[in-house]
T-cell receptor, first 112, second 112 residues
Framework: DTAVSQTPKYLVTQMGNDKSIKCEQN?????MYWYKQDSKKFLKIMFS???????INETVPNRFSPKSPDKAHLNLHINSLELGDSAVYFC???????????FGDGTRLSIL | GDSVTQMEGPVTLSEEAFLTINCTYT??????LFWYVQYPGEGLQLLLK?????DKGSNKGFEATYRKETTSFHLEKGSVQVSDSAVYFC???????????FGSGTKLNVKP
């Protein structure tokens, strides 16, 4: 069974569109994260939720809005997509702040 | 603030060579330290971890020792294989609740 699953795996769309990426974890973890990885592999945290509450909200354009319907799901909605949004987005979860994070396989977003 | 610095890549080695990837950190208090590995097209996977000074984490022939006096957590392997080719990330879990700090990643290429 996949521990952290995100869909879709690939997302190709045009500038200006709105899109969502879904993430689900079946590990029973309390905390979930979204990261953005650029073409140089640099990994930047975007958001973190603990038990459906927003804990970390880094400097991210407000076109990005996370939603956590329950502690097993953390979705990412992006409005008015821009060229600079092209990246791989990773969802992750952990049991606690100093516990290892478990990552999904990523969603490769390409903006045309 | 807390941060992680790791050596830039790519690192290119021949099979069976000795590997060292340097990682140093800046943190207040007593962070937990981690090494993650990312194979092409996949998410990050936990490779090993250490939670206190002088702890040695080990897995799949890789080792790293938590050195508080030098604020380092260097990754080593005695004999690398082609299958070890991947990007390696050093990370720490700091005092800022739920926040992980990742290094910039080091790409390892192992040639037959």
């Amino acid at each position: 069974d996949t521990a952290v699953s995100q869909t879709p795996k690939y997302l190709v769309t045009q500038m200006g569109n709105d899109k969502s990426i879904k993430c689900e974890q079946n590990l029973g973890h309390d905390t979930m994260y979204w990261y953005k990885q650029d073409s140089k592999k640099f990994l930047k945290i975007m958001f973190s939720y603990n038990n459906k509450e927003l804990i970390i909200n880094e400097t991210v354009p407000n076109r990005f809005s996370p939603k956590s319907p329950d502690k097993a799901h953390l979705n990412l909605h992006i409005n008015s997509l821009e060229l600079g949004d092209s990246a791989v987005y990773f969802c992750a979860s952990s049991q606690g702040p100093d516990q290892p994070q478990h990552f999904g396989d990523g969603t490769r977003l390409s903006i045309l | 603030g807390d941060s992680v610095t790791q050596m830039e890549g790519p690192v290119t080695l021949s099979e069976e060579a000795f590997l060292t990837i340097n990682c140093t950190y800046t943190a207040t208090g007593y962070p937990s330290l981690f090494w993650y590995v990312q194979y092409p097209g996949e998410g990050l996977q936990l490779l090993l971890k250490a939670t206190k000074a002088d702890d040695k984490g080990s897995n799949k022939g890789f080792e790293a020792t938590y050195r508080k006096e030098t604020t380092s957590f260097h990754l080593e392997k005695g004999s690398v294989q082609v299958s070890d080719s991947a990007v390696y990330f050093c990370a720490l879990s700091g005092n800022n609740f739920n926040k992980f700090y990742f290094g910039s990643g080091t790409k390892l290429n192992v040639k037959p």
